[in-house]
């Protein structure tokens, strides 16, 4: 288990305190995820979702930028 969790409702990294998903985050998953970038994809889009409930004060280009942008 990932020292960098979310720490809910406000999406910061349990780890480093930066928004969640942090850098060393999208590293380990990157790695965990290796030859399944679509189950990533899937389970960032739940996690987006998520966040979106929780930070609704956010503008939706930003979190969708910060859940699903760095999967390119």
């Known amino acids: ?29 990157r790695a965990e995820y290796a030859g399944a970038p679509i189950s990533l994809a899937l389970y960032m889009g739940a996690q987006l979702a998520r966040a979106t409930a929780d930070l609704s004060w956010a503008p939706a280009r930003a979190l969708h930028r910060r859940f699903l942008g760095w999967l390119r």
């Open 1 to 29: 288990m990932s020292a960098h969790g979310p720490v809910l409702p406000v999406w910061t990294c349990d780890g480093c305190g930066g928004p969640w998903p942090c850098e060393t985050r999208r590293r380990e998953l």
